[in-house]
């Protein structure tokens, strides 16, 4: 199975901050690679798709980057409501397997 | 709209079956892979497995630790997916979501709980 980890496993950051997570494949993914945003007690949404293509309505502070094995997802401007954990997951093999997480607190 | 709606969790012992539906509205479940993905309390998401639409061949693939006790299907009359769970462990404890799509999971359900504990 692909292992995906991601870093760092929490940030606290203040509203307007860039917020710059990472993720790391243990193999090459090509550019197999989605990010999700998970609310508390709500479930996840998809954010970006094949590592840089934005979700419809979906808004332009969120961004990715990255091929073979390192991602980057980023906040431009962090808002309140984007307090979140956010996952990456990869499809290049099965097992889907998904990052363990970032979660995202606002200072 | 695009909505998915799960039900059928609750708290069984371990051993037992449950049987989860995921009912579909605004697309036809027929014409688009379905996936469940799982998530065990305070933990992260992992994938349970997934049915192919009918043009694929209606096949699924599954996850191995779940491989040969769960199995999934759909009812395209009524636009339903099912995740059929037999020999439940105490593993398997989570909320189970239904998602559209094989490899991106553009559209979630809200989720089931469904507990195993004697």
């Known amino acids: 199975d692909i292992q995906m980890t991601q870093s760092p496993s929490s940030l606290s950051a203040s509203v307007g901050d860039r917020v710059t997570i990472t993720c790391q494949a243990s193999?090459?993914?090509?550019?197999?690679l989605n990010w999700y945003q998970q609310k508390p007690g709500k479930a996840p949404k998809l954010l970006i798709y094949?590592?840089?293509n934005l979700e419809t309505g979906v808004p332009s502070r969120f961004s990715g980057t990255g091929s073979g094995t390192d991602f980057t997802f980023t906040i431009s401007s962090l808002q309140p409501e984007d307090i979140a954990t956010y996952y990456c997951?990869?499809?290049?093999?099965?097992?889907?397997?998904f990052g363990p997480g970032t979660k995202v607190d606002v200072k | 709209e695009v909505q998915l709606v799960e039900s059928g969790g609750g708290l069984v012992r371990p051993g037992g079956s449950l049987r989860l539906s995921c009912a579909a509205s605004?697309?036809?479940?027929?014409?688009?892979?379905m996936t469940w993905v799982r998530q065990a309390p305070g933990k992260g998401l992992e994938w349970v497995g997934r049915?192919?639409?009918?043009?694929?061949?209606?096949?699924?693939d599954s996850a191995a630790p779940v491989k040969g006790r769960f199995s999934m299907s759909r009812d395209d009359s009524t636009n339903t997916v099912f995740l059929q769970m037999n020999s439940l462990q105490t593993a398997d404890t989570a909320v189970y979501f239904c998602?559209?799509?094989?490899?991106?999971?553009?559209?979630w359900g809200q989720g089931t709980l469904v507990t195993v504990s004697s």
């Open positions: 605004g697309f036809a479940v027929s014409k688009v892979w």
């Open positions: 998602t559209t799509g094989s490899n991106t999971l553009g559209h």
């Open positions: 997951q990869q499809y290049d093999n099965l097992p889907l397997t």
């Open positions: 193999q090459d993914i090509k550019n197999y």
């Open positions: 049915v192919k639409r009918q043009t694929d061949g209606g096949t699924t």
């Open positions: 094949d590592a840089f």
